[in-house]
């Protein structure tokens, strides 16, 4: 399976055109100017030394802030000419290549503190350079300017040398994945196959060394880094999630890479584990703020949920991988959860701010209970900030919203899939597929294709009935067809969800889906207090305009008997109350309020 590259596909219209304009004409400019503000862009200079501002002060991951910003910058750059980012990328670019040492080494924590490289598996070296790597790749694709990418093939060059050739590094595989998945990137860009070996080199070692460095900060265990066996012998997702994400996408580059079925089954089962136990139904990972991190089976809590937006982001990494390596829609459907929703919530309506974490449910009133004591129980912020101290979730979706076309078609030997609905055109071997569709708004979609392979198009598991006007073959969640032409209709009924009886939290709740996007309630349009009405499952529901590009719905819900009494004795008496819901990626962009996407069943 191979996939059509997002520079191949327009999105024209709908409602991802609004949200890569937005990211084009907003967002782009307002993660610069916050990253300017707090210095990102001035630490790469080095320049920085003891007496100047505290504040300025580089941290070991900033370097991977940037880089994630020129490489969404460089997307942007593919289809518009903007050039007061550009030249700002073209600044950053000349900053990093002047102040890299002779071996080519680049991280301006260390050049500037001199500390001593390569020592310590937690300072996230080699994270920064797998995203400078995918930044220099992206940059100079887009603009012809390859500086910068013929110094991370010299910083490379130098990784290989001292973690393969002379073993002298003093730890054997990166703290903080991601390295890995930028080595089979830029080995598909330069065709120099050492960069794919370098890959498999920490794939293969992860979990089965011993150095001394390998240790990661005091509070952490093998767990926390997907440490604690070869990952071959991985059934679970464990630890960081974003760490255990960015690493299975690696494992699945490199099963694909070197035909490894050992490391793909490894894959296949931590998806079904995450799919199956780990997930939460906005496509959310990571349900701990403790490591940021999976949990066991079925611990999803809501009002806790950690469920960082890059967990996400990364969730559809993989997903995307999994089924280029299978062609199983499973890996589709899981990608379109997360990219409707977990991932989405991430970034404010208006592009300018976002949420590191992504909780399911909000209550304000019990967010600060703990006044006796200085250490309060820890809550999700309630408003999303245009830049936090450690900065990843802003650039990642200045990154990832204009690459989205990434995930919408694939093709093989005879047959192109469309796996993701939007309103695109795209070249396919040369020849033109369009896609005219309102989706998710509704769930009409018309496709022309004017090439001679078959097309086979996705069948959302959400979805339990559609018509196509042509023939077709359905088979593993695609129906197939052979017209040049088709008209699709997925119908798209208000749906009321249950959890697995254990997710505990969620026992005699229901969360509100219409087509693949999660609905939540919140206090400001609702009179009642969100936390306290009851769902009837047979509920009707009606569509409202919405202000978040898409309908809103609105029901009868139920309060239940009430009294001034602290307890007393239970009845059947209710009172209607109207409930109004929104998509889950839009709470929190009208002022703090009460949250919930799991709502109490009548």
Same mark, same amino acid.
């Given at each position: 399976?191979?996939?059509?590259?997002?520079?191949?596909?327009?999105?024209?219209?709908?409602?991802?055109?609004?949200?890569?304009?937005?990211?084009?004409? &907003?967002?782009?400019?307002? &993660?610069?100017?916050?990253?300017?503000?707090?210095?990102?862009?001035?630490?790469?200079?080095?320049?920085?030394?003891?007496?100047?501002?505290?504040? @300025?002060?580089?941290?070991?991951?900033?370097?991977?802030? &940037?880089?994630?910003?020129?490489?969404?910058?460089?997307?942007?750059?593919?289809?518009?000419?903007?050039?007061?980012?550009? @030249?700002?990328?073209?600044?950053?670019?000349?900053?990093?290549?002047?102040?890299?040492?002779?071996?080519?080494?680049?991280?301006?924590?260390?050049?500037?503190?001199?500390?001593?490289?390569?020592?310590?598996?937690?300072?996230?070296?080699?994270?920064?350079?797998?995203?400078?790597?995918?930044?220099?790749?992206?940059?100079?694709?887009?603009?012809?300017?390859?500086?910068?990418?013929?110094?991370?093939?010299?910083?490379?060059?130098?990784?290989?040398?001292?973690?393969?050739?002379?073993?002298?590094?003093?730890?054997?595989?990166?703290?903080?994945?991601?390295?890995?998945?930028?080595?089979?990137?830029?080995?598909?860009?330069?065709?120099?196959?050492?960069?794919?070996?370098?890959?498999?080199?920490?794939?293969?070692?992860?979990?089965?060394n011993d150095k001394d460095g390998d240790r990661l900060w005091w509070a952490a265990n093998g767990n926390y880094n997907q440490d604690e066996m070869p990952l071959r012998a991985r059934s679970t997702a464990d630890g960081h999630a974003v760490r255990a994400l960015y690493l299975l996408s690696g494992m699945a580059d490199v099963a694909a890479e070197y035909n490894d079925k050992e490391l793909l089954d490894a894959c296949k089962r931590c998806f079904d584990n995450i799919a199956s136990s780990r997930m939460y139904i906005t496509g959310g990972v990571g349900s701990s703020p403790h490591g940021e991190a999976f949990t066991v089976d079925y611990d999803l809590p809501n009002r806790t949920a950690y469920t960082e937006t890059c967990a996400a982001i990364a969730l559809v990494f993989f997903c995307h991988r999994m089924f280029e390596a299978t062609g199983e829609a499973k890996y589709q459907d899981v990608l379109e959860r997360a990219l409707y929703n977990g991932v989405l919530s991430g970034i404010s309506m208006d592009g300018k701010s976002f949420f590191y974490e992504n909780p399911l449910a909000i209550d304000l009133t019990f967010n600060d209970v703990d006044k006796a004591v200085t250490e309060k129980r820890r809550y999700p912020i309630t408003q999303r900030l245009e830049v936090f101290g450690c900065s990843c979730c802003p650039p990642n979706m200045v990154r990832f919203i204009p690459s989205v076309g990434n995930y919408v078609f694939s093709e093989d030997e005879d047959t192109v899939y469309i796996n993701q609905y939007m309103g695109c055109e795209a070249e396919v071997g040369g020849e033109t597929v369009r896609v005219k569709t309102a989706y998710p708004a509704d769930g009409a979609v018309k496709v022309e294709y004017t090439g001679g392979k078959k097309l086979a198009i996705r069948i959302p598991y959400w979805c339990k009935s559609f018509s196509l006007n042509c023939e077709y073959e359905l088979k593993n969640g695609y129906a197939y067809i052979n017209s040049d032409k088709a008209e699709l209709n997925l119908d798209m009924p208000v749906r009321v969800i249950a959890a697995n009886r254990r997710v505990h939290e969620n026992t005699g709740r229901v969360a509100v889906m219409r087509g693949p996007v999660v609905y939540c309630a919140e206090g400001v349009d609702n009179k009642a207090n969100v936390h306290s009405v009851l769902l009837d499952i047979s509920a009707k529901f009606t569509l409202g305009e919405g202000e978040f590009l898409l309908p809103e719905l609105k029901t009868v819900a139920y309060l239940p008997k009430v009294s001034d009494e602290l307890y007393f004795e239970a009845g059947d008496e209710f009172t209607e109350t109207p409930l109004t819901l929104i998509p889950y990626y839009a709470f929190a962009n009208r002022g703090e309020s009460d949250m919930i996407v799991w709502i109490p069943k009548k």
């Amino acid at each position: 399976m191979k996939n059509i590259d997002f520079r191949k596909v327009n999105i024209n219209d709908g409602f991802w055109k609004a949200k890569q304009d937005m990211c084009k004409e &907003v967002t782009a400019k307002a &993660v610069f100017d916050r990253f300017t503000d707090t210095y990102r862009f001035a630490a790469l200079k080095c320049t920085w030394k003891e007496g100047d501002e505290e504040k @300025a002060k580089p941290h070991f991951f900033w370097d991977s802030d &940037v880089a994630k910003w020129i490489e969404g910058v460089a997307y942007i750059l593919e289809r518009y000419p903007m050039p007061e980012l550009e @030249a700002a990328c073209d600044e950053a670019i000349d900053d990093i290549v002047k102040n890299a040492d002779e071996n080519g080494y680049f991280n301006s924590y260390f050049l500037i503190f001199s500390e001593k490289k390569f020592s310590n598996r937690d300072r996230h070296e080699l994270y920064c350079l797998g995203h400078l790597i995918e930044a220099a790749i992206a940059y100079k694709r887009a603009t012809g300017k390859d500086k910068l990418l013929r110094a991370m093939c010299k910083y490379t060059d130098y990784v290989i040398k001292v973690f393969k050739e002379e073993n002298s590094a003093g730890f054997a595989t990166p703290g903080h994945p991601e390295l890995e998945l930028a080595l089979i990137k830029l080995y598909k860009e330069t065709g120099e196959k050492k960069y794919a070996d370098l890959s498999k080199h920490f794939i293969d070692l992860h979990g089965a060394n011993d150095k001394d460095g390998d240790r990661l900060w005091w509070a952490a265990n093998g767990n926390y880094n997907q440490d604690e066996m070869p990952l071959r012998a991985r059934s679970t997702a464990d630890g960081h999630a974003v760490r255990a994400l960015y690493l299975l996408s690696g494992m699945a580059d490199v099963a694909a890479e070197y035909n490894d079925k050992e490391l793909l089954d490894a894959c296949k089962r931590c998806f079904d584990n995450i799919a199956s136990s780990r997930m939460y139904i906005t496509g959310g990972v990571g349900s701990s703020p403790h490591g940021e991190a999976f949990t066991v089976d079925y611990d999803l809590p809501n009002r806790t949920a950690y469920t960082e937006t890059c967990a996400a982001i990364a969730l559809v990494f993989f997903c995307h991988r999994m089924f280029e390596a299978t062609g199983e829609a499973k890996y589709q459907d899981v990608l379109e959860r997360a990219l409707y929703n977990g991932v989405l919530s991430g970034i404010s309506m208006d592009g300018k701010s976002f949420f590191y974490e992504n909780p399911l449910a909000i209550d304000l009133t019990f967010n600060d209970v703990d006044k006796a004591v200085t250490e309060k129980r820890r809550y999700p912020i309630t408003q999303r900030l245009e830049v936090f101290g450690c900065s990843c979730c802003p650039p990642n979706m200045v990154r990832f919203i204009p690459s989205v076309g990434n995930y919408v078609f694939s093709e093989d030997e005879d047959t192109v899939y469309i796996n993701q609905y939007m309103g695109c055109e795209a070249e396919v071997g040369g020849e033109t597929v369009r896609v005219k569709t309102a989706y998710p708004a509704d769930g009409a979609v018309k496709v022309e294709y004017t090439g001679g392979k078959k097309l086979a198009i996705r069948i959302p598991y959400w979805c339990k009935s559609f018509s196509l006007n042509c023939e077709y073959e359905l088979k593993n969640g695609y129906a197939y067809i052979n017209s040049d032409k088709a008209e699709l209709n997925l119908d798209m009924p208000v749906r009321v969800i249950a959890a697995n009886r254990r997710v505990h939290e969620n026992t005699g709740r229901v969360a509100v889906m219409r087509g693949p996007v999660v609905y939540c309630a919140e206090g400001v349009d609702n009179k009642a207090n969100v936390h306290s009405v009851l769902l009837d499952i047979s509920a009707k529901f009606t569509l409202g305009e919405g202000e978040f590009l898409l309908p809103e719905l609105k029901t009868v819900a139920y309060l239940p008997k009430v009294s001034d009494e602290l307890y007393f004795e239970a009845g059947d008496e209710f009172t209607e109350t109207p409930l109004t819901l929104i998509p889950y990626y839009a709470f929190a962009n009208r002022g703090e309020s009460d949250m919930i996407v799991w709502i109490p069943k009548k």
